[in-house]
Nanobody
Framework: QVRLVESGGGLVQAGGSLRLSCAASGRTFSYYAMGWFRQAPGKEREVVAAISRIGGGTMYADSVKGRFTISRDNAKNTVYLQMNSLNPEDTAVYYC???????????????????WGQGTQVTVSS
């Protein structure tokens, strides 16, 4: 199992940047694919980005391509989401998620993610 704790959220003006971090517990972090999801008020949770367990594969929602970058440091048991050129539509609670994926076959299937952090609020003012 893995426990996830997000940090780095906050209030930022449109056009600004934030970097979210997600620290994971456990000694097998490198066997987990990681993802970032978000949920805005009144909307369903949606995937933002995902990264395979070694980091060789990444995927992004169309709405964030070119603005957000997901990365991971397996030595630090941490995954990051660098968010640039933020706009008010990015306002949401951002969740870190994980799925055990030793063979690299599950990381791009959003429904497979079954470990979740508590979320961190990102608010972008216009």
């Amino acid at each position: 199992q893995v426990r996830l704790v997000e940090s780095g959220g906050g209030l930022v003006q449109a056009g600004g940047s934030l970097r979210l971090s997600c620290a994971a517990s456990g000694r097998t972090f490198s066997y987990y694919a990681m993802g970032w999801f978000r949920q805005a008020p009144g909307k369903e949770r949606e995937v933002v980005a995902a990264i395979s367990r070694i980091g060789g594969g990444t995927m992004y929602a169309d709405s964030v391509k070119g603005r957000f970058t997901i990365s991971r440091d397996n030595a630090k048991n941490t995954v990051y989401l660098q968010m640039n050129s933020l706009n008010p539509e990015d306002t949401a609670v951002y969740y870190c998620a994980a799925v055990y994926d030793p063979y690299g076959t599950r990381w791009s299937t959003w429904e497979e993610y079954d470990y979740w952090g508590q979320g961190t609020q990102v608010t972008v003012s216009s």
